[in-house]
């Protein structure tokens, strides 16, 4: 049956996104050039600065779309991603059971977008058609 595409897990496909995601930012690379390198940060910070808390690192780190940014970082939806410790005060949980948890509060509170009445009109029509063509057949 699952060869039909009768069956689908919802966690699993979230597994997938977040491993789209992450090959994703793999393969776009490191961008070198004067801004993602900010000589005058590190002149500004000196060598024994934090450039944590600098505008230019979070603009980089989370990105700025608006700036042209791409974020350096992905940030996962599904994978754990911090320390052993709060890890294991947690439950231990295994990426599946994030992803089933995950997955069970997408579908309880996610609301889809309404589609554009471009496309709802589109849709009205094609329908309309297919069933003209259909009841022509019988």
């Avoid at 295994?94 to 992803?99: D, F, R, S």
């Avoid at 849709?123 to 069933?131: D, F, P, Q, S, V």
């Amino acid at each position: 049956m699952f060869a039909t595409g009768m069956t689908v897990s919802q966690a699993q496909l979230l597994l997938d996104d977040e491993l789209a995601g992450i090959c994703q930012r793999f393969m776009s690379g490191i961008r070198v050039d004067a801004e993602s390198i900010a000589s005058e940060v590190m002149a500004s910070v000196g060598p024994r600065g934090s450039y944590l808390m600098e505008e230019h690192t979070l603009r980089h780190l989370r990105g700025d779309p608006k700036g042209g940014v791409p974020a350096e970082h992905f940030t996962p939806l599904v994978s754990c991603a911090e320390a052993f410790g709060p890890w294991h005060e947690r439950g231990g949980p295994t990426v599946h059971q994030l992803a089933f948890r995950q997955a069970a509060r997408l579908l309880l509170e996610h609301v889809p977008a309404p589609l554009p009445a471009s496309t709802l009109a589109a849709l009205e029509a094609r329908l309309a058609k297919a069933e003209e063509e259909l009841s022509a057949r019988s």
